[in-house]
């Protein structure tokens, strides 16, 4: 009687399997007969419908629809009203678990008590706190969290004759990308490395589709789809209909109707590889960097793994094929291979080992290609190290300073030693911020934990005090402090991370004045002159994208300057996060870099003066009359924008502090960092700007 299944909870899907009588792991339908259940909650019902009836709603432009939540697991900010009540991203997944688990119950005719949840492998402390918190509102005693591309390993993996083998997982689905290497032998998957992207998945592909598809319809009707959210889902449906259509055959054809109006267009698959170009080279180097960690090159490897439904895309399975050499492994479905994996990890939990008598077992459609025989044990790896804010020596600055490195097998635990001063017995009490994160910034990482520890003994005016912390084989984060001179263990309390921390990025000892999170009007003015064209352009048109991700639309409105010789207003600021989406999407090199003639234009954007007002620049050269574009920022700074700068490529990083507001708002990026650049700018601009103003 399986009492225990495994979950793949999933930013667009989810599925439930469990071992069978026979010792296969085996997908256990939904009421509807499915394998999958859609992860979409439609609200306009009582109960709430879950999976392929609420997709159905959410189609038909039903508003009281929740989806896409995963991303938002663990984040206070995130919450949605139904029925005057507030759901976060945790009690959301709670409803889709529920359902899983009554559904498994009617399939399986028993109690479904315990489960493994799989969740991406760069989830962080909170996101995975909050999977499991899901699972126990769901009445799930939740065993284990164990990392998707683990799972697929492990659905994959079990051993052909015990080969040892070293594969790269490229696990691509509707929301996230996830790249991992595992090593895998008759007893474990150990995973080497991990790479990913919580923000590109298969939705990307579709929204530049419907973004080409409702461009042509504004043009040849004067309808624009993109300013009716109920048009807007349509094209949406269609388009990921046409990207389907379009991994089976070389052209979809797709017809728009809104109102009376009814259009038809063609979209050939060359013409569709052509448009994500840039999406998909992204996961090509999150691929490459995963690969360097692991210090494996594409020769080493004996295979590569897809998992996710966008996998199915031809371009991927080419992207694969010219790099490994070979096809991919075949044999398992896509979709349900992490939800596999998840089943054999709750047998082994459950303590029903895979070596035993048992049959073994394949996997996959007709002609399995892996006799899947049961691997004992998973080494899992956390994508993010683990650190504690610290005053630099110098006393200059706070960093990050990192205690147990990523890609470390979990469980792992490591200590520091810090110094601690004691003020003659005034100051027992210690505060610590734990990060994730790999900069010495701490505003680049994010700040997972507060730890208050209290009793610490006057010995000596400078105490050295012991901390350790450590990763669960969940992943889940403890930390303990133990006065060294002492030995005793420090008393330990648990406090909310303030929302504003703008203050690790000033001088310990400045005291920021605080300030009103006002709204907010920024303007991007992005370099497009023709040394942007390629990789440059595709790399800053994805960190833009993650920007806008993290860009908190109720209170923002965010606009789009192009320059090169021209000037091009994309987008006037909008709260309208998909018209500034689909302006990125247009934006072509050309030409060179009248920077000057930007600024002046974002300037007069910038007037309305009831709001705190940004440009970003973002730049890869020397601008064409680079005094001229100094003055304007000038006067834009006079006239309170604050101004940052981010350079690639040839950008000057004096030029770029001749423009910014502040020595901390003018960065120069390698390639590569650009999204965490953006990253790091959009969290400061929704902390309020503090630590871009000017130090005393
Ligand atoms: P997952 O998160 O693994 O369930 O993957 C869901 C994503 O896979 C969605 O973006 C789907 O549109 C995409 N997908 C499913 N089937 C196909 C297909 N045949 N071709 C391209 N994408 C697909």
């Given at each position: 009687?399986?009492?225990?299944?495994?979950?793949?909870?999933?930013?667009?899907?989810?599925?439930?399997?469990?071992?069978?009588?026979?010792?296969?792991?085996?997908?256990?339908?939904?009421?509807?007969?499915?394998?999958?259940?859609?992860?979409?909650?439609?609200?306009?019902?009582?109960?709430?419908?879950?999976?392929?009836?609420?997709?159905?709603?959410?189609?038909?432009?039903?508003?009281?629809?929740?989806?896409?939540?995963?991303?938002?697991?663990?984040?206070?900010?995130?919450?949605?009203?139904?029925?005057?009540?507030?759901y976060d991203a945790t009690d959301l997944s709670a409803l889709i678990l529920g359902r899983l688990k009554e559904d498994a119950e009617a399939k399986l005719g028993s109690p479904v008590e315990h489960a493994v949840?799989?969740?991406?492998?760069?989830?962080?402390?909170?996101?995975?706190?909050?999977?499991?918190?899901?699972?126990?509102?769901?009445?799930?005693?939740?065993?284990?969290?164990?990392?998707?591309?683990?799972?697929?390993?492990?659905?994959?993996?079990?051993?052909?004759?015990?080969?040892?083998?070293?594969?790269?997982?490229?696990?691509?689905g509707g929301g996230t990308f996830d790249v991992t290497v595992a090593r895998i032998t008759p007893d474990e998957v150990a995973v080497l490395s991990t790479a990913g992207d919580r923000d590109l998945g298969g939705k990307d592909w579709d929204d530049l589709i419907a973004t080409y598809l409702a461009e042509k319809f504004a043009a040849d009707t004067g309808l624009d789809p993109l300013d009716d959210p109920v048009a807007l889902n349509e094209v949406l449906t269609l388009a990921e209909q046409a990207k389907w259509t379009l991994s089976e055959r070389t052209s979809a054809r797709i017809t728009i109707q809104i109102g009376q109006q009814r259009k038809s267009y063609e979209l050939a698959r060359a013409e569709f590889e052509v448009m994500t170009f840039a999406l998909m080279d992204r996961t090509r180097r999150l691929t490459e960097e995963a690969l360097e960690e692991s210090g494996l090159t594409w020769k080493r490897l004996s295979g590569v793994l897809l998992v996710g439904g966008s996998t199915r895309m031809p371009m991927v399975r080419s992207y694969v094929k010219e790099m490994a050499g070979q096809d991919p492994r075949a044999g398992v479905n896509v979709d349900e291979v992490v939800a596999l994996g998840a089943a054999i990890q709750a047998a082994i939990e459950?303590?029903?080992?895979?070596?035993?008598?048992?049959?073994?077992?394949?996997?996959?459609?007709?002609?399995?290609?892996?006799?899947?025989?049961?691997?004992?044990?998973?080494?899992d790896v956390m994508s993010h190290s683990l650190g504690a804010v610290a005053v630099s020596p110098d006393g200059s600055s706070y960093v990050n300073d990192v205690i147990i490195r990523r890609n470390l097998p979990i469980p792992a635990e490591d200590r520091k030693v810090y110094l601690h001063e004691t003020h003659g017995g005034r100051n027992e009490k210690l505060e610590i911020y734990l990060t994730q994160g790999e900069s010495t910034r701490p505003l680049d990482c994010s700040v997972i934990g507060k730890y208050v520890f209290t009793g610490i003994r006057a010995t000596d005016a400078e105490v050295r005090v012991d901390v350790a912390m450590s990763y669960d084989v969940n992943g889940v984060v403890q930390v303990h402090a133990t006065q060294r001179d002492t030995g005793h263990a420090l008393q330990m309390k648990v406090e909310a991370v303030p929302d504003d921390l703008s203050w690790l990025g000033l001088p310990p000892s400045f005291d920021p004045a605080r300030a009103p999170a006002d709204p907010t009007r920024i303007y991007l003015l992005m370099d497009v002159s023709a040394s942007m064209a390629g990789t440059p352009l595709v790399e800053a048109q994805q960190a833009a994208?993650?920007?806008?991700?993290?860009?908190?639309?109720?209170?923002?409105?965010?606009?789009?300057?192009?320059?090169?010789?021209?000037?091009?207003?994309?987008?006037?600021?909008?709260?309208?996060?998909?018209?500034?989406?689909?302006?990125?999407?247009?934006?072509?090199?050309?030409?060179?870099?009248?920077?000057?003639?930007?600024?002046?234009?974002?300037?007069?954007?910038?007037?309305?003066?009831?709001?705190?007002?940004?440009?970003?620049?973002?730049?890869?050269?020397?601008?064409?009359?680079?005094?001229?574009?100094?003055?304007?920022?000038?006067?834009?700074?006079?006239?309170?924008?604050?101004?940052?700068?981010?350079?690639?490529?040839?950008?000057?990083?004096?030029?770029?502090?001749?423009?910014?507001?502040?020595?901390?708002?003018?960065?120069?990026?390698?390639?590569?960092?650009?999204?965490?650049?953006?990253?790091?700018?959009?969290?400061?601009?929704?902390?309020?700007?503090?630590?871009?103003?000017?130090?005393?």
């Open positions: 009687m399986p009492t225990f299944v495994g979950i793949d909870l999933g930013t667009t899907n989810s599925v439930v399997a469990a071992r069978n009588a026979y010792g296969r792991p085996e997908v256990i339908a939904n009421r509807d007969g499915r394998n999958i259940t859609p992860s979409v909650i439609y609200f306009g019902s009582t109960p709430p419908a879950v999976g392929d009836e609420a997709k159905e709603w959410a189609r038909l432009g039903n508003e009281q629809i929740a989806s896409f939540f995963k991303p938002h697991m663990g984040s206070p900010l995130y919450r949605l009203r139904f029925d005057g009540r507030d949840i799989t969740v991406p492998a760069y989830f962080a402390d909170a996101q995975r706190k909050a999977t499991m918190e899901a699972g126990r509102l769901a009445g799930l005693d939740v065993r284990r969290i164990i990392n998707e591309p683990t799972a697929a390993a492990l659905a994959y993996g079990l051993q052909k004759s015990g080969v040892e083998e070293t594969v790269l997982i490229y696990d691509l459950a303590g029903e080992g895979a070596d035993d008598a048992r049959p073994r077992f394949t996997l996959g459609g007709k002609q399995p290609q892996y006799t899947l025989a049961g691997a004992r044990k998973v080494v994208r993650a920007f806008l991700d993290k860009c908190d639309f109720t209170s923002t409105e965010v606009g789009l300057i192009s320059f090169s010789d021209e000037v091009t207003l994309q987008a006037e600021a909008t709260d309208n996060v998909r018209k500034v989406q689909a302006a990125l999407a247009r934006l072509e090199p050309d030409g060179t870099t009248n920077l000057s003639d930007a600024i002046e234009l974002a300037r007069q954007k910038l007037n309305r003066l009831d709001r705190t007002r940004y440009m970003v620049i973002l730049t890869d050269g020397y601008p064409d009359a680079a005094e001229s574009a100094a003055e304007q920022a000038a006067r834009a700074r006079g006239e309170g924008v604050e101004i940052v700068a981010i350079g690639m490529g040839d950008a000057d990083l004096a030029y770029l502090r001749r423009l910014a507001s502040t020595e901390e708002g003018s960065i120069f990026a390698r390639q590569g960092e650009l999204v965490g650049a953006f990253g790091h700018i959009a969290r400061v601009i929704a902390e309020g700007g503090r630590s871009l103003r000017k130090l005393p």
